[in-house]
């Protein structure tokens, strides 16, 4: 259990709920609407309850589980668009759950923890971890960062190449597929935005704080270890040799770029 003060995890800081229906513009005139079902998994059943109330307030639909086993239950019967994790639990702790949950589901995750050295920040991430907050934590913030997760849940892939083969690996953006000599290879949902934004712009250095800004909102721009610990994944996915990437290129105090040439 990550101890907080319960005065600075506020049910509600704004009277204006903000909607768990979302309406995203896309292409061609279309409007995407989805309801979204988020799980929040802690051990302290004070913050199950606040958590509970804000988002029920901000018109999520929510369960709640106390354990990670109790969540993996859930997750058997229900689908899940975001999970909101605890890492300090008992039994199945929340960077096993984490890595458990990335490998069985499409759903973005958030970490909220009292942990806030970029080691611990760091470790979540690479167990799969799309975003990370520290407690205390603001409501509005978390809701944010929701919003955030949720809206780029259903943004288009269309904008952009369709489809980029390089020398054995196939990247459909539609499809949101990925295959590496023939071989389908599962990425989580913000590992496959890095690659959609780099792809979107091949050949072309990209600077570390214009990928944070475009995948994780521009609160996120100067969290370096949140991209450096996701292009490290997707080489370990995509490169024949990680440690001598062909594709996923670092531009020296720069950023990133996506080699197709």
Not at 185 to 212: A, Q
Request: charged content about 30%; overall charge neutral; proline content about 7%.
């Amino acid at each position: 259990m990550d101890h907080t003060s319960t005065n600075t995890v506020p049910v509600a800081e704004s009277r204006i709920p903000q909607p768990g229906r979302i309406f995203s513009s896309l292409p061609k005139g279309r409007i995407a609407q989805v309801d979204f079902r988020i799980l929040v998994v802690d051990d302290d059943v004070q913050i199950r309850r606040v958590l509970r109330a804000s988002l029920t307030a901000a018109r999520y639909e929510v369960d709640t589980a106390a354990s990670g086993e109790e969540s993996l239950e859930m997750m058997k019967d229900r689908k899940y668009h975001l999970v909101l994790l605890d890492l300090s639990m008992p039994g199945v702790d929340g960077l096993e759950l984490c890595r458990t949950l990335r490998a069985t589901s499409q759903a973005d995750i958030i970490i909220i923890s009292v942990r806030s050295i970029e080691q611990d920040i760091v470790a979540g991430l690479d167990a799969g971890a799309d975003d990370y907050i520290t407690k205390p934590f603001r409501t509005p913030e978390l809701l944010a960062r929701i919003r955030s997760a949720l809206r780029r849940n259903v943004a288009s892939m269309e904008s952009g190449p369709h489809k980029l083969i390089l020398e054995g690996i196939e990247i459909d953006f539609r499809e949101r597929r990925v295959t590496v000599n023939g071989k389908d290879v599962r990425l989580t949902p913000k590992e496959f935005e890095v690659l959609h934004y780099l792809g979107n712009h091949p050949d072309k250095p990209i600077p570390h704080r214009e990928i944070l800004g475009a995948v994780w909102g521009p609160e996120h721009s100067e969290h370096y270890e949140y991209l450096r610990a996701f292009v490290k994944q997707l080489r370990k996915k995509i490169e024949p040799d990680p440690s001598h990437p062909k594709f996923l290129i670092t531009e020296p105090w720069v950023g990133y770029r996506l080699r197709l040439s």
